[in-house]
């Protein structure tokens, strides 16, 4: 199986925002893995891809506090140096 076809597994299912593949929380390690290689050099742009995920997860997940979602999508983006 090559890496493509281990990302698509790895994808949000909605509206829980879980991995289709493993269920953990979304982005999960293996999609973490796989942002981090594709945007490897341009942190703005996966920021903007993760934002996009953030506002349709605030949707889907109206009862879920705001910054748990943010936490869950964002925060685990490596600062820059």
Known sequence: ???QERWR???PAYPSYRCR???DPWPCRSARL????AY???RTGLMVYL???LARALQ???DTHPALLAG???YWVPRRR
Do not use: E, N, S, V
């Open 40 to 42: 490897r050099d341009d």
């Open 21 to 23: 593949g493993c269920t």
């Open 72 to 74: 869950q999508i964002l």
């Open 51 to 53: 934002g996009a995920h």
């Open 9 to 11: 597994k790895h994808l």
């Open 60 to 62: 889907a997940l109206p």
């Open 1 to 3: 199986m090559g890496p």
């Open 34 to 37: 796989a942002l981090a290689t």
